[in-house]
């Protein structure tokens, strides 16, 4: 890690062996790391305690490709591009793999507060075509607050899909279980299909589930640490985790990842997805508690 330059008493920015800038936060509650390809976080750990983030040890951390854990900003779609973006586009989209602006970071008595944007351009507009303003804002601090907000700044009416895609660290499946999910899922390993969630969610193989009546506080029970997952103005929480025969079909990921990782998602997936009119925005967020 090379230095640059010293942004506050708790932030610095840097850059790594391949030349990607990241942003380094280390305050009185936690410390983290931000990468400006993607806006993606790295990783969180408050002091004392074990990383909330999980970061695969295969994740290609030179801006050739969507980095493998963190929080990867899924951004204008989520998934496979839906019909009305049209075909062979970038699986969710592509915020994740572009290098955002920093606009700003401020210390605070609850934390550091870091202000990153994007804005369309000319290869934007290639794989959809309308007038943003994309601004991401992250604080660092007894907790991990993430705000997506997207602004239309075109002449028409845009519609988007997003999720923040947490991957969280965990010490084993067995020793997980989740709850606030609701019941109502889609399960995306047997093609989309219906189904009713009974009870605590338990780990025992691959899964990819988009709960749609999921509660604000997501809680992750992970032996006796527990780890809440508070969302706003989203319209589901996805549950994914590959699995070894997953994990293993990932070139950016150890065989054995799966047993340390499960991601929980605050994301917006209904076909529908959000409408902006001309001048208006809509913002929804994430935080780990």
């Known amino acids: 890690m090379q ?3 010293t942004l506050t008493a708790h932030c610095s920015l840097s ?12 305050n009185a509650y936690a410390k983290a790391e931000i990468s400006l390809f993607g806006a993606h976080v790295l990783s969180y750990q408050r002091h004392g305690e074990p990383a909330s983030l999980w970061l695969s040890d295969k994740a290609v951390l030179d801006g050739s490709k969507p980095i493998r854990g963190g929080i990867p900003l899924c951004w204008p779609w989520f998934g496979p591009a839906p019909a009305r973006v049209g075909s062979g586009k970038p699986a969710h989209g592509f915020a994740r793999t572009t290098l955002w602006s920093l606009d700003g970071v401020s210390d605070h008595e609850d934390g550091t507060l870091v202000h990153l944007s ?29 705000v997506l907000t997207t602004r239309n700044t075109g002449n028409s009416p845009l519609v988007y899909n997003a999720a923040l895609h947490t991957y969280l660290q965990i010490s084993s499946p ?9 019941a109502p899922y889609l399960d995306k390993v047997t093609g ?3 189904a009713q969630q009974q009870g605590a969610l338990t780990l025992s193989g691959a899964l990819d589930r ?9 809680t992750v029970q992970d032996a006796e640490r527990a780890t809440h997952v508070v969302s706003g103005n989203h319209d589901s929480i996805v549950v994914w985790t590959p699995w070894l025969e997953g994990a293993s079909a990932m070139a950016d990921m150890s ?13 917006i997936t209904a076909e529908a997805g959000v409408v902006i009119a001309p001048d208006e925005e809509h913002s929804f967020s994430t935080v780990i508690i």
């Open 3 to 5: 230095p640059i330059r």
């Open 15 to 26: 850059h790594n062996e391949t030349g990607l800038p990241l942003l380094t936060i280390d």
């Open 118 to 146: 994007l804005r369309d351009t000319d290869a934007s507009r290639a794989l959809w075509p309308h007038a943003f303003e994309l601004e991401l804002d992250v604080l660092i601090g007894k907790e991990l607050s993430l």
């Open 174 to 182: 067995a020793a997980v279980s989740v709850t606030g999910l609701g």
């Open 192 to 194: 989309g299909q219906p």
């Open 210 to 218: 988009i709960y749609l009546q999921p509660e604000p506080r997501v």
């Open 255 to 267: 065989d054995d990842g799966y047993r340390t990782m499960l991601c929980v998602e605050a994301a």
